[in-house]
């Protein structure tokens, strides 16, 4: 089977450093994404990790460890608007994504 | 350029009908995929269509199908629908199929709800 496993909640404060964390157990990976979505909006790209190491966009960076199936994302100097959830994605052989359950932001000033 | 868009926004139905939804990638890309969302859960994979084939399924009955067109347009159509399948379906498209599929753009989506 395949599966994703990410806290379902996280809180913070505006300007702070806040880490989300992915494990995952699947076949066939190429990859691990991370997705934004903010409430009734579609979800957003926001980061790929196709080799181990971190990968770094602006304030967004993203880390893959594929021997121990393990991902996080990091966002730094958190601002009001990154209030939203965020999701790890398997990208697979024979499927699009297959997404985790999704982390709740929530940044408060 | 236009994004990802998808008709109807909003849809109720009820138990037994039977649902088209439609959605339009955007331009030059070759691949569209079919998620549902349900409250407070990630997107579940439905389906993905590059150059009008089907290269992959998720797991869901076979009330479920779709299809690709020479435009890349796609229609996702259920039938016989249960109060289950209530939930946001989200249309997304990207330029290659499976394996580099890993950045895809995403419809604003169509809201079902079957009562």
């Known amino acids: 089977g395949q599966s994703l496993e990410q806290p379902s909640e996280v809180t913070a404060v505006e300007g702070a450093i806040v880490q989300i964390n992915c494990t995952y157990q699947?076949?066939?990976?190429?990859?691990l994404s991370w997705y934004q979505q903010h409430d009734g909006g579609a979800p957003t790209f926001l980061s790929y990790?196709?080799?181990?190491g971190l990968e770094e966009t602006g304030r967004f960076s993203s880390f893959l460890s594929r021997s121990d199936s393990y991902g996080y994302l990091l966002l730094q100097e958190l601002q009001m608007k990154d209030s939203a959830s965020y999701f790890c994605?398997?990208?697979?052989?024979?499927?699009?994504?297959?997404f985790g359950k999704g982390t709740t932001l929530s940044v408060s000033s | 350029d236009a994004g990802v868009t998808q008709s109807p926004t909003h849809l109720i139905k009820t138990r037994g009908q039977h649902v088209t939804l439609r959605c339009s990638p955007i331009?030059?890309?070759?691949?569209v995929s079919w998620y549902q969302q349900v409250l407070g859960q990630g997107p579940q994979f439905i389906f993905q269509?590059?150059?009008?084939?089907?290269?992959g399924r998720g797991n869901f009955p076979d009330r479920f199908s779709a299809r690709q067109f020479p435009n890349y347009s796609s229609e996702l159509n259920v039938n016989a629908l249960l109060l289950g399948d209530s939930a946001l379906y989200l249309c997304?498209?990207?330029?290659?199929?499976?394996?580099?599929?890993?950045?895809?753009?995403f419809g604003p989506g169509t809201r079902l709800t079957v009562t």
């Open positions: 997304a498209s990207s330029y290659a199929g499976t394996g580099s599929s890993y950045e895809q753009y």
């Open positions: 331009s030059g890309h070759k691949s």
């Open positions: 699947t076949s066939g990976f190429y990859g």
């Open positions: 269509y590059y150059e009008k084939e089907e290269r």
């Open positions: 990790n196709g080799l181990d």
């Open positions: 994605a398997v990208n697979q052989a024979g499927t699009a994504l297959i």
